[in-house]
């Protein structure tokens, strides 16, 4: 499988031996720009990988017979706590963190069900 193909291309399925790498992969990313890169060019960084992970874990959700619609409960709260973060949706701290910390809770918790579920083709 190519790049387009796992984190481009929302059409189509992503077997689980080829999701885990896939996902290590942009959560590598994501760590890097986390820690290592600083200020709002480690935010925006982020942000545009979120397209990627979206776009894994939709075709992931696809290939264990699920509706691909199912990402945009993760991705709704990764976009408040992006809004929240930025200063577009002005909450009061001790919110923000939780928003963030339900948005990562959420994603990862999608993540791990890829990583685990059965493939639909495949059983």
Request: net charge positive; proline share 7%; aromatic share 12%.
């Amino acid at each position: 499988m190519n790049f387009d193909a796992l984190f481009v291309n929302p059409n189509g399925c992503t077997p689980r031996n080829q999701f885990v790498p896939a996902l290590v992969t942009v959560l590598a990313a994501l760590a890097f720009f986390t820690y290592i890169v600083p200020g709002r060019t480690s935010q925006f960084c982020q942000w545009v990988l979120m397209y990627p992970l979206m776009v894994l874990l939709a075709r992931r959700l696809l290939d264990m017979g699920k509706s691909r619609w199912l990402v945009l409960v993760p991705l709704a709260l990764t976009f408040t706590a992006f809004a929240s973060k930025l200063g577009y949706l002005p909450l009061a701290d001790p919110l923000k963190s939780i928003v963030d910390w339900i948005a990562l809770v959420v994603t990862a918790l999608v993540a791990l069900w890829g990583c685990v579920g059965h493939d639909l083709r495949r059983g």
